[in-house]
Structure formats: C-alpha cells, structure tokens
C-alpha cells in the first residue's frame, strides 16, 4: 500500500491491494466487460487531444482523467496487460503534452485559471486524480514529477489575492466545482509534504468554505439541509449540485487527514449523515430536477430526494456521476471512522442504481436511472471520441464498478473486515503471515454464507463481519459454535488465534420487506409501495408481467413482510427472482438490476408500484 508521509491521523479500516482479491461471479464479469467494450474502443488519444490541440470545449478535459482513474483501478484488480499497454501509452501521451512549466490544460492561457467556459480547474482535478490512480497501480515516476509539475503551476495561479481566489472561478455554482481539486492536492500534499498545496487547501476549506455564496462547510454545522446550501432563494439560481459538492466533501477528508484537525472529520460526517437522511433514494443514489432546486444542472441537483422520490413531477433523478461519488465519499468515510452503516450504503448504492446502469455490453451507463419505465440513452453531456459516444457518466461509472475490491474485504489495525459477501477469494499477509480467506456463498439469492479463514500457520488476530442494518436477525457461528450480542448496524468482532481450516458461519436475515413512499410534497406520489430483499430492491418486468404496472396489494405474513417464495426466469442477470403474493393472486419480481436489461420497450418495469392506497 501507498505511504502518504505527511499524514497526521490513521484509517480504521485499510483497502486491499485489489490484485488481493478475486470474485468468481457476476461481479467479476463485470468488470473485465469493460476492458474490452469500453476502455479498448475508446481512443484515448482523442481526449489528449483537448489538452494537445487547446480545443477548449466546455468540461470535455474531465474525460481523460475519468477514463484513466477507472482503467488504472481496474488494471490493479485483473493485471490485464493489454489494459496496462493503453494507460501506459495514454498517459505517455499526456505527458508529452505537459508544459514546461507544468501547464496541463485545454484552454488558452490567457483564460486560465477559470477557463473560456469556467471548467478549468475542474479539468486539471480529473487530470490529477487520473494520474494519481495510476501512480498507485504503477509507482511511476514519471507521473509524479507531472502531478507535481501540474499542481505548482496551479498554486502560483489560485489562491489569496493577488492570485485568483478559487470563488472566483467555476461556471455555474460559484466555486464549487472548481474546490472539488482539494482532494487530489491533499493527496500530494499527503505524499511530498510540500507547503504550498496546504496554502492551497487551507484557501479553499478556511479562507473561502469552497463557495463565494456561502461557506459550504460551515453551513453543515449550522444544520442547512443539503438543497438549501447557496441559495439566495430562486430556485432556477440554486447551486445545491449534488455531485460537486460532494466532491468538495471528499477532499476535506483528504484535508482532515493532512491537518488532522477533528472538526473536519465531524464536518464531514455531519454532511453524510444528512444526504442519506434527506437525499438518498431506496436505489442508493439522490438528486433530482424538481421540486425544490430548479438551477443548472437539470437532475443533477439535492431536492430533498429521499422524500420525494416518488414525486410524479420528476422528470429525471439519481445522476449516476451522483451515485459513484456518494459511493466513494462513503468509501472514504467508512476507512476513517469504521462505521459499518456506510459499507451498507456502498452495497446499496452497487447493487441497485450503479449495477442498474451499467449496460449488459459494459459500454455505457445509464445517465439517469429511473424506477419505473424503460433504461434509456438520454444524456445530459456528452462527446463524440471518434465514432464512441462518450458521456461523463459512462467516463465516471467504472470509477464505482473498480471501488467494489477496494471495499469487500478491508484490512483493520488488527486482522480483516469482511463488508461484502458475494463469493471470493482473499490472500493478504497479516504481520508478514499470508492468510487466506474464501467467501462460499449464493449471495445475494440466498442469505447463508461460510468465510473460510486460513493461515499457514495458528495466527491470533480479528475478523469482523459486517452486520448489516437491515438484517435484524442475523446468526454468526465460528466452527459451529453460536455466537452471541451481534446486533444489526455494526460489525461483529471475532478475537482469537485463528488455524487453517476455521469456519465462520453467516446466516442473514433476507425478508422481503415492503416499503412504503415517502410522503414529499406532492400527494399523488403517496400510494406506491416497493420491494427490498435484503440490498435487493425488486422490480416488475414487462416480459415476465405484461400487467407489470397496475396496483397491487401486498399479503403480509406474520413479520408484517411479503409472503414470498424463490422461482427461476430466463431474464438475463436475475440474481433474484421471487413469486410475491398479492390480494389478487402472484406476482413476479425481480433485481431492479436486472430489470429493463434489454434496454427497449419489451422489457418496461416497475419499482415503485401502485398501490391505490392498500399497501
């Protein structure tokens, strides 16, 4: 793992080395579909080329950076060398574009450090984090010197006056989108220690709160809800883009951890506690284009998502760039302060929006996930690379994919953290110590799982097991002994001196529960209900269901649950598939994921049903 020196406080939790783990399921599948039908047929070349040529469009730099941080994640985890062959020409490329002063930028300099279209900075934040996930995967030098390069020639444009202060910069939400470049500078400051990027961090966080509107990180601590940060109180004037300021969120981590000054983490922890209060969805993502916030952005903005997500009005929702950074600023969240309630947001957030955007072909995701209707290719930003339609979220989408080795299976101080149980393998040493840990499962289909822990030889050190919160009974057995207190919500700490061949024994409890709508602010959105297996949530499926979208009544069992039974269909990638029964007979449903995977009119669904008022 990476030594970043110049860090004054420790993760609780640690990320694999990915090439440490290895699925043997659909998650796997997965993510090698993506080499070849994305990262191959994209001519990287081609998003140089912005930088190369000076062609100035509006935000299209963010694509090279994307597109690299994702491919060079995915590279850790499958060591395709024909993978490593386009990054490492691609980013060759790159820096033979790099000025000798340290200039990596699209624009005119004349125009810097805001831009022509005020995306500048954002651009060189991509081009940063794009290099800086390939240093990890690599250890090149080559693209240290050029983040170094890059970033100074950054701390001598933007800063405390006379440089141009970051609030003066971004073109729509007054700073913000140009302060989410705090996260990869506190990266390197973490790594070289040197003084300026801290200047630089220290403007955006303490001197300006990364917005010339209001300070962002102050409003959090004064208890301003997410959609109401930055408004002056005309909702097509709002800023409350949810995908950008969350980035900012990420790079105060990153800033917390450089300062070690608690109020960040607090700060921070404040600000997710909040968005999964009052933005995410039960897809595990948030943002919307109405009712509240109405500014630039279309879809992309807080809106108070989680109350109004069954909100007819609503054209568009859950931007899936929206769904990988709450996946990855709960991913950072999750390493520093061992919550396991985060890790059951990832899986959420995997399972249903990020899972159900990725096309079966591995080369597109979906801009805006819906609950009910059909998958579609609507896009908000987009750019031709050659003959490959590229959006920002096919770009970013992979980001979330290459997040699940990172999460699945932790380091702690003290042994492993075991967050996701889908079947997989795990060789890590601990203290020098090569261990060994399977995960045999049928997850998500069934809730029972055995984790298989092995070292060469007796070894005293913990495992924890991720209780998740919405398993309210759940059973953990270590060599057929039962265990007792585990509680919902936490991890279950087992203590001992662990020899090949030890057991742990995982029964979770995979009811199937029916979710009421939330009541927002719109009363035709209150008589819908939805289904949730376990992180599953089931949807109805026009080619299972030709009556997929008209109301039913749900039979509850004694546990106030659905009454329900395991069957088999022939859709493609239905890892669940239940037979539900309601007032008027059955119903079938399926993974949301799954749903809609032909991506036409033939396979419409439903995830939010109609109730009429029963349910």
Known sequence: MLTLPYTKCQDKLYPLDPRDISFNNNIDTRIRILIDNLYKRVDFSKLVDYFRLKLDPFAAGEFWGKMLRSASVIYQYTRDESLKAVIDASVADMLSVQAEDGEISTTPRQAQPNGTHG??????????????????????????????????????????????????????????????????????????????????????????????????????????????????????????????????????????????????????????????????????????????????????????TAFEQTNPDIGCMMETCVTITYMKLCHQLLRLNGDSRL???????????????????????????RFNGVRSSKVNFTANIG??????????????????????????????????FE?????????????????VSGYPALGQLIVKVNPTAPKYF?????????????????????QSNVRAGEYYGISREWTAGDEICVTLDMRCEIIPAPHGSNRKGD?????????????????????Y????????????????????????DARVALRVKTTDGYITVINYSAAGSSWDESSEFCTWMPTGGDN
């Open 119 to 304: 995306s500048d900075l954002w651009e060189r934040k991509y081009v940063l984090l794009g290099l800086w996930a390939y240093y990890e995967a690599t250890m090149s030098e080559d693209a240290l010197r050029a983040m170094v390069k890059l970033t100074d020639y950054t701390a001598r444009q933007v800063g405390a006056p006379p440089k141009t202060p970051i609030t003066e910069t971004g073109w729509a939400f007054y700073g913000i989108e140009s302060s989410s470049i705090l996260e990869p500078i506190m990266k390197l400051y973490r790594l070289t220690g040197r003084e300026e990027y801290l200047r630089l961090g220290r403007h955006i966080v303490e001197e300006t709160g990364a917005c010339k509107r209001q300070n962002i990180f102050e409003a959090i601590r004064q208890g301003t809800a997410p959609k109401d940060i930055g408004s002056n109180g005309n909702p097509r004037e709002s800023i409350a883009k949810a995908y950008e300021m969350m980035s900012c969120f990420e790079g105060l981590l990153e800033y917390y951890r450089a300062t070690g000054e608690a109020r960040w983490l607090e700060i921070a922890s404040e600000f997710v506690a909040k968005v999964i209060e009052r933005e995410i969805t039960l897809l595990g993502s948030g943002g919307a284009d109405k009712p509240y916030n109405l500014g630039p952005g279309v879809g992309e903005q807080w809106n108070d």
């Open 527 to 547: 008589a819908f209900c939805a289904l949730r297996y376990g992180p599953i949530v089931l949807s109805r499926d026009k080619r299972l269901d030709p009556m």
């Open 387 to 420: 003959d490959f339609p590229l959006s920002c979220c096919t770009a970013n989408g992979p980001a979330g994919i290459g997040l699940i080795p990172m999460t699945a299976v932790m380091r702690t101080e003290r042994g492993i953290a075991v967050n996701f």
């Open 462 to 482: 913990d495992v924890l097991i991720r209780v998740p919160a919405w398993s309210a009974d759940t059973s953990i057995a270590v060599n057929g002994a039962e």
């Open 549 to 572: 979208a008209s109301p039913v009544t749900i039979v509850r069992g004694e546990d106030g649950c659905a009454v329900c039974e395991s069957v088999v269909t022939d859709i493609p």
């Open 423 to 439: 079947a997989a393998r795990v060789s890590c040493e601990l203290d020098g110590l090569p261990v060994n840990i399977e995960i």
């Open 343 to 369: 890790a059951d947001q990832i899986e959420i957030s995997m399972y249903n929006t990020l899972f159900g955007a990725e096309k079966p072909t591995g080369d597109y995701f979906e801009y805006f996930p």
